[in-house]
């Protein structure tokens, strides 16, 4: 067992004396050879101590040999801490706590390895020599890591690496997969295998070994539809090598999880053998227009890229001559079910187009129509499909629709973050209206200088009324905020005249899929008005799978009177709120104080709440647990946890923040009270230049004044405030004590304060 050491001394002095003296004698290569030899193969060996479950460990207590050619490698980093062998009746896993084991044990080496008094049992499924090691969470010993000195001293080199003892076994996805019994597990674990002519899943010349965050599976298949899972390390050299496209052999170390599902180790990205690598039709190398019409009708099946130049025309059932495509938008195109494209966006010959279907109701149909979107006309677009023909003319077929089979060189107007004041005195750009009904639409108007958009029946001739104003698309899915706000005035109120807000799959109220929100809305007296309310945030996550627009719409029958409605500051998106959001969480260890437990309390980021309590959002009400505090604003399911103020005039609770650095563009909270002697929430905010902590005769930069005598009982309300100070400052919430009375009355809780920094 030493004699590895020997070898590599006598190979040095080789070099050296070559390098330095070409005169010099060359010596002798010294070759290892082991002193013992295998008295038992490894599918016996194997089968003698094989148990059933997951982890077990077992000692080998005779006069017992083993041996095997090393089929592992973690040169390139995919093979962790593991070392494989195989001789002619099997393979065999080893778990040694080293790395570079390569360096020592080389593909194609023979090694012998005394077992006497050595170890083999299972490692969450995976039949291994190890050394014993406690699992605690199943009570149970399993095969852990050796160290590599461990395992030198049961091992002897025979021999150099000879790679043709190494000739992986060729199998079959279907021997393993769905084969969890002991004589395939006994057959296959361990071993290196080839699996021939099989493909990648979702390789397409760009799609990489694996992700850069972690260890990740990709499948491979088989003719037959046969697939099995490759894991490939996120710290392999080859990770971010795009798979290998198209049918090959793969060769690696099959394995089996404590899941009873089999995987499979490359070694390299070598293991790959093959591969015609031809990107072709695949996204990162999409056919042409005039390569996608030359092979039309041949079973081909791919990506196609071209440019977006019309749709066919209404009653047309097969293309025969120019006027069956509209080719340019003189008014509006009339039909949403087809594209037409082309090798370049002049082209109006359609024997050099591609005709394509869009699926109704399909995200193929909402984003990509030029009835809805004749900003599209001329832009490139990639289609996946089949390429055959398509009412009567070259065509792409067999497309589903779904949003990973299309794509676009340009949103649909989408945006990830959207503020709309409505100055001016035309409707803003991307802003759409649409009657359905009746000849009264939004228009713009101001009063004392702000600009904002109206609706209103009044002078229309032709009731009743189905009005929409419709917002550009809006990019929820990829928007940091997933919420929006908005303010509402009313004038000459009449509850008849209903303003209601929708989000919409598309701009056309008449094809749409409508979801209704409920925002909070202005309200006055009949015939009254009201000032401009704001709506709070209003959640939209539940839309984060693609992009929707927003429409408001006014429905009215006919009558003697109508509602003027009024909108302004229309705000979508911006940058996630993640790191501008209150850590009350971390106020009094987490732990949530009496409902009237008056104290100090201080979080981890420097807010401080004078004479408070500490309450916590829950499922129900078990002070001081309340639901309407409900979750953490900042998209974890945590339930969020608030400042509870005293009112009490004596001892009013007072929240102080921490410094917001560098400013601060926007901040919202919500509120509340819990105990039925309140007359409604009011409270002021202050913004200092200074801690007024350290300066309580500050002067505050800014104040706002919250006063909802209407507040309920148990029930969660937001304030917004516009703050915009583009300088260092400091907020405080102090309760404004309405009732003016030396006890408990008055008090509230504030909870999930959010910032917009400047």
Known sequence: MKRFNLFLNAMLLLLVAVGCNEDFDTPPMVVPHAEHQANMTIADFKAKYWQDGRNFIDTCKEDT???????????????????????????????????????????????????????????????????????????????????????????????????????????????????????????????????????????????????????????????????????????????????????????????????????????????????????????????????????????????????????????????????????????MFTLDNTLVIAPSPSTRDYKQCIAISLPQGSSFRRDANLRDFPELHGTQIWVKGTLASFMGMAGIIDNSGSVDEYKLSIMTGGVTELIEPFEGSSIPEGWRTVNVKGDKSWYMASFQDNGYIAVTGYNGKQPPFDSWLISPPLDIKNAGRKEMSFQTEVRYYRATDVLEVYVMSTNDPSTAELVKLNPTLATAEIGGQSDFINTGTIDLSEFADGTYCIGFRYVSEQQANYTTWQLDNFKFGGKALLQTIDDFETMNGGEPTAQQGWTTLTSTKGWTAVNTALLKGGATDAPPIFSMIGKKADGSDNWAYAAYLNGNINSRGLLTSPVFKGGIKSLSLNYGYTLSENNGVQFKVYFYGQDPRNNPNETPIKTFTVNNKEAAQKTAYTATFDVDIPNDCYMQIIPSSPSNVASNKDRFAVWNIVWEKM
Request: proline share 4%; with cysteine.
């Open 65 to 331: 040999y083993i041996h095997g050619w090393v089929t592992s490698s973690d040169e390139e980093g995919n093979i962790y801490k593991h070392l494989y062998i195989q001789d002619e009746t099997g393979g065999l896993g080893i778990s040694i706590d080293a790395n570079s084991i390569c360096n020592t044990y080389r593909v194609g080496q023979e090694i012998v390895i005394d077992m006497k008094d050595f170890w083999i049992g299972k490692y969450n499924g995976e039949y291994l020599i190890g050394k014993p090691e406690w699992y605690a969470a199943q009570s149970v010993w399993e095969a852990g890591r050796m160290s590599l000195d461990l395992f030198k001293e049961h091992v002897e080199i025979n021999g150099l690496p000879n790679l043709d003892k190494i000739a992986p076994v060729e199998i079959e996805i279907s021997d393993v997969v769905g084969h969890s019994d002991a004589e395939t597990q006994l057959m296959y674990q361990g071993q290196f295998v080839i699996i021939r002519n099989v493909e990648w899943e979702g390789a397409d010349g760009s799609l990489t070994f694996s992700e850069s965050a972690s260890s990740t599976t990709r499948n491979i298949k088989d003719e037959d539809g046969n697939v099995l899972g490759v894991n490939n390390s996120n710290y392999a050299n080859f990770r971010g090598d795009p798979l290998p496209v198209g049918k090959g052999d793969v060769q690696g170390i099959l394995y089996m999880t404590g899941s009873d599902k089999w995987g499979l180790y490359l070694r390299d990205a070598n293991d790959c053998i093959g591969f015609d690598n031809n990107t072709k039709g695949y996204p990162s190398d999409p056919w042409t227009v005039p390569e996608a019409i030359e092979l039309q009708n041949q079973g081909k099946k791919g990506w196609v890229t071209g440019y977006i130049v019309g749709v066919i025309a209404p009653g047309v059932n097969e293309v025969t001559k120019y006027q069956d495509i509209e080719w340019t938008p003189d008014s």
